[in-house]
C-alpha cells in the first residue's frame, strides 16, 4: 500500500511540475513583448528590406533579409546559436520551372 501512495505521489508531484511549466510559459508569452524592426527601400525599381524579431530579450531572434532582388535569406538563433538559416532564392524556382520545361520537351 506504502508503495502504490509513493507512486501516486510522485505521479502528482510530476504533473504539478508539468502544469507549473505550461503556466510559466504561458505567462512569459502573454508578458514579455515581441520587438520587431522593419527597414526598407525601394529606389530604381529594385526593392531591399529586412525585418528582425526578438523575443525574451534576444533570446530567441529571426531576421529576414531581401537585397536587390536576389534571394530573400534569414536566419532564426536561440541564445546567439543559428538554430536554422535559409535562403528562399528566386533562382532555386526558376531551374526548377526550367527543369520542368525541359522535362515537358523530352516527352514530347
Known amino acids: 500500500m506504502a508503495v502504490l ?3 501516486l505521489k510522485m505521479l502528482g508531484a510530476l504533473v504539478l511540475f508539468l502544469l507549473a ?9 502573454l508578458f514579455v513583448p515581441f520587438r520587431y524592426r522593419l527597414s526598407g527601400s525601394y529606389e530604381k525599381e529594385v526593392p531591399d528590406g529586412t525585418v ?3 523575443w525574451l530579450f534576444h533570446a530567441v531572434r529571426l531576421q529576414v533579409t531581401y537585397h536587390h532582388g536576389a534571394a530573400v ?4 538563433r536561440i ?3 543559428p538554430v536554422r538559416r535559409f535562403e528562399a ?5 526558376e531551374t526548377e520551372r526550367g527543369h520542368a520545361a525541359d522535362q515537358e520537351e523530352t516527352l514530347r
Open 21 to 29: 511549466l505550461l503556466l510559466l510559459l504561458l505567462l512569459l508569452l
Open 79 to 81: 541564445f546567439g546559436v
Open 89 to 93: 532564392a528566386a533562382k532555386e524556382r
Open 52 to 54: 528582425s524579431v526578438s
Open 5 to 7: 501512495l509513493f507512486i
Open 73 to 76: 535569406s534569414g536566419d532564426m
